[in-house]
């Protein structure tokens, strides 16, 4: 691989180094950096295992072309959603697939005879990347790969085939809409989101959506100096690992926590007691400490992008940087490495 700049743009070239694989876990290319050209040639010059996550919006196999609006800040902006076998796939491509992963290749092939040759392009198109993508990943590396349902179950397949079905950690329902008017069938509001692990663990830092008003509400009712708050159980009837038991502020419990741990908590008034100091002992569960509700794998309080939204520059397929942050955040630490080869969300 070696690279130019031109007109302002790092662009980097491709050589085919025979059917040798790069086993480095070292960079071999910049961090913060975007690079304009074939992604697959760059995915092929990376070295092995030096990716933490992947998060991409690739085309979407919609059999059409996408363009910018002609006064945004993305004018110019293009590019082709349709493929076809005979103009678009490399015999190069096939073969590669078919030694590396016969699996995959033997899904192509049965979207072929089912779905016809535009498919089987748009599948083998994206395999040979999907490939690179797992090899550049590092052991215990994650993807998030975009999609809608028009290829979502073929692609599915594909990524079982390369990652491991084992590998999902899970399917995830993008609301972008609120609703859609489609005359003949049900309304399309959503976007698919499929979540793999190259080891089946990766990075999990959990992820959280904003509480609802209302349950605030009803919920965070109380309030001392600190704020709103909830309370929760400190004792626990089935706790894994047994609990610790012993008589506390006149109730002998199993408690969530060490009689030590509990002394710090009530010396930091976060315990309360209903019923004049008579009732069980309660955690404090402040509402501005609250992360939020832990996010399912539907996702409905991010929206798509609206026409004057602050974030629109015009590209097409442009989302949220919330959606993308989301994915980030919950799947990757400071300082690691992330990568997004296709750059459909404009983000």
């Given amino acids: 691989m070696y690279q130019d700049i031109e007109d302002g743009i ?3 070239h491709w050589q085919r180094p025979g059917r040798k694989r790069r086993l480095m876990a070292e960079l071999n290319f910049n961090n913060r950096t975007l690079y304009h050209g074939d992604n697959l040639g760059f995915l092929r010059g990376m070295n092995s295992e030096t990716v933490r996550l992947i998060a991409t919006d690739p085309p979407f196999n919609k059999n059409r072309d996408h363009h910018a609006t002609p006064d945004s800040l993305a004018a110019g902006a293009r590019f082709k959603d349709r493929w076809r076998w005979d103009e678009d796939v490399h015999e190069e491509w096939t073969d590669s697939i078919q030694d590396d992963w016969p699996a995959a290749h033997g899904v192509i092939a049965g979207a072929r005879l089912a779905y016809g040759d535009n498919m089987a392009a748009f599948l083998c198109w994206m395999g040979v990347r999907l490939m690179e993508m797992h090899r550049v990943l590092r052991p215990d590396g994650s993807l998030y790969l975009h999609t809608d349902d028009t290829a979502f179950a073929y692609l599915k397949v594909l990524l079982d085939a390369i990652f491991g079905a084992d590998n999902l950690r899970g399917q995830i329902v993008w609301q972008r809409y609120g609703s859609h008017n489609d005359a003949k069938k049900f309304g399309r509001v959503c976007d698919l989101i499929l979540f793999y692990a190259k080891d089946g663990k990766g990075v999990w830092n959990g992820a959280w959506t904003p509480l609802d008003k209302d349950y605030v509400r009803r919920t965070y009712r109380k309030q001392d100096q600190r704020g709103r708050y909830r309370t929760a159980p400190l004792h626990t009837g089935g706790l894994s690992g047994g609990g610790y038991t012993y008589e506390f502020r006149g109730h002998t419990r199993t408690w969530r926590y060490p009689l030590e741990r509990m002394r710090e908590l009530e010396a930091d008034n976060r315990i309360a007691q209903a019923r004049d100091g008579k009732g069980v002992p309660e955690r404090k569960v402040y509402l501005n400490e609250s992360k939020g509700r832990p996010a399912s794998n539907v ?9 004057n939204h602050k974030e629109r520059t015009g590209y097409p397929t442009q989302k949220l940087l919330a959606l993308y942050e989301r994915m980030v955040r919950a799947s ?11 750059c459909g969300c404009a983000t």
């Fill in 10 to 12: 790092l662009r980097l």
């Fill in 299 to 307: 996702w409905t309080d991010i929206k798509a992008l609206t026409g």
């Fill in 332 to 342: 990757s630490n400071e300082g690691d490495i992330v990568l997004d080869p296709f």
